[in-house]
């Protein structure tokens, strides 16, 4: 039985890998302070694992918190490129600073492998797709840029300090649990929500805009084949974590219209500044080293998340 730390534990993807853990007999620690997790995330699992509330940014918990762990799952983060553009000192604090601090910690703890959620945004608005591996990156957002830095510190850490590390390029992550209430929430959590109180949709830009939407399981599979895969096929390396198949936000509205029952039209208004127009992965790499596949596709997806957001649906006008 491996000890896991997770961080973001109480974030979307945090709680799933947490879930999935221990449903398979691992130990399980957990940090979170709560930016934008939500403890109701961890409700039914909190006490089958040892969770502290602890900043990314505070060295010492990061020490405390890698003692004894074998696996760290980093997810903790600011996600969202327009949040990003508003607070790019909150965003570089988070997400570059914060997986420095853990990744000092987990070499010092002797930890044997720090898989990260990285990001597709990575590429920035390259117009060559599929997006691979091997293309040169070019972020746009600060959110871009910090995801990128912090893969390249992970690398780094592997080649100064031989600390196996892991980078998954998360391409839209999307599933149960994703916070639908801000206006940085991911368009598909959004949408559902917002579909199922009936209320109307906005899309940035014409709707033409893509992307390789990833239901949360394909996630979660890979972070546990990014731990199990020998180090010669993983360490130090980075790999997309995505379906291989792109689609577009006027698609998607389609599709949530058929599943939530919505009646009306969407509403579009001006592309969102520091956006990538399309994203689409090849995910051969992640195939051959790690084993990877595609468990969910879209649709199947969709429709267990507009189910899992029915239970949480409440009438217009409501917070859920
Ligand atoms: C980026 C990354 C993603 C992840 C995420 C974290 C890319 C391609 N993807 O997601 O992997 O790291 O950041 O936040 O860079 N939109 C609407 N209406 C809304 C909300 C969004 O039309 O109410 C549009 C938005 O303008 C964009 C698309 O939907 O074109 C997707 O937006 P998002 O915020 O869900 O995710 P994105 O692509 O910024």
């Known amino acids: ?49 040892d969770f502290r509330e602890a900043d990314l ?8 918190a890698c003692q004894g762990v074998d696996y760290i799952l980093h997810q903790a983060a600011i996600p969202s490129v327009p949040k990003s553009i508003v607070d790019p000192l909150g965003s570089n604090g988070a997400n570059v600073d914060g997986t420095v601090n853990l990744l000092v910690a987990a070499r010092n703890a002797k930890v044997r492998r720090v898989v990260y959620a990285a990001s597709s945004s990575a590429y920035g608005d390259t117009p060559t797709l599929p997006k691979h591996e091997a293309m040169p990156t070019s972020p746009i957002s600060p959110y871009a840029v910090a995801k990128l830095a912090s893969e390249l510190y992970m690398t780094s850490f592997y080649r ?52 390789d939407f990833t239901f949360i399981d394909n996630a979660v599979s890979a972070n546990l084949l990014a731990c199990a895969a020998p180090a010669a096929e993983c360490a130090g ?56 596949k595609v468990l969910v596709n879209f649709e199947e997806g969709l429709r267990r998340t507009v189910d899992w957001y029915k239970t949480q649906a409440q009438p217009a006008g409501m917070q859920p």
């Open 237 to 292: 390396r980075v790999f997309n974590c995505a379906t291989g198949r792109r689609v577009t936000l006027n698609q998607t509205f389609e599709a949530l219209k058929k599943l939530t029952g919505h009646p009306g039209l969407v509403k579009y208004e001006p592309e969102r500044g520091g956006d990538i127009k399309h994203s689409l992965a090849d995910i051969t790499l992640a195939q051959k080293h790690l084993g990877y």
């Open 1 to 49: 039985m491996a000890k896991y730390l997770v961080t973001g534990a109480a974030g979307f993807i945090g709680s799933s890998l947490v879930r999935a853990l221990l449903a398979r007999g691992d130990q399980v620690r957990g940090v979170d302070n709560f930016s934008t997790g939500k403890r109701e995330n961890l409700t039914e699992v909190r006490d089958k694992m």
């Open 160 to 211: 100064c300090y031989g600390l196996e590390t892991v980078s998954l390029r998360y391409f839209n992550i999307f599933g149960p649990r994703q916070d639908p209430s801000s206006p940085y929430s991911g368009v598909l959590a959004k949408f559902s929500m917002q579909m199922l109180r009936g209320e109307q949709p906005t899309i940035f830009g014409d709707g033409e805009t893509s992307r």
């Open 57 to 64: 940014l505070d060295l010492e918990a990061m020490h405390s």
